[in-house]
């Protein structure tokens, strides 16, 4: 998938206490020109202190590729690198 910079996409973040161990519930709807075409639902265990780089990554490949996220994690957004 080619990088999408034709539009702005947006980041939505619900700060929410999750199940013990879950770092994140991340939803990202990839689109197309037609509109969105998939939609991936990801439960981010947490592991420690790689998991915000992990979570950091997927947020940026995602992002570069036109995506539109959703998240719900009990940490603030700060915290997890969303400004």
């Known amino acids: 998938?080619?990088?999408d910079t034709s539009e702005?996409?947006?980041?939505?973040?619900?700060?929410?206490?999750?199940?013990h161990r879950l770092f994140a519930v991340v939803r990202i709807s990839w689109r197309s020109?037609?509109?969105i075409e998939i939609v991936d639902?990801?439960?981010l265990i947490d592991e420690g202190a790689d998991t915000i780089a992990v979570f950091a990554k997927l947020m940026c490949e995602a992002i570069e590729h036109?995506?539109?996220i959703?998240?719900?994690?009990?940490y603030d957004s700060e915290h997890?690198?969303?400004?």
């Not at 959703?70 to 009990?74: F, Q, T």
């Not at 997890?80 to 400004?83: E, P, Q």
């Open 8 to 19: 702005k996409r947006s980041v939505h973040h619900v700060q929410q206490e999750l199940p």
């Open 33 to 35: 020109e037609h509109g």
């Open 70 to 74: 959703s998240i719900i994690c009990p």
């Open 1 to 3: 998938m080619e990088p």
């Open 66 to 68: 036109g995506a539109e």
């Open 80 to 83: 997890i690198g969303l400004h």
């Open 41 to 43: 639902e990801v439960k």
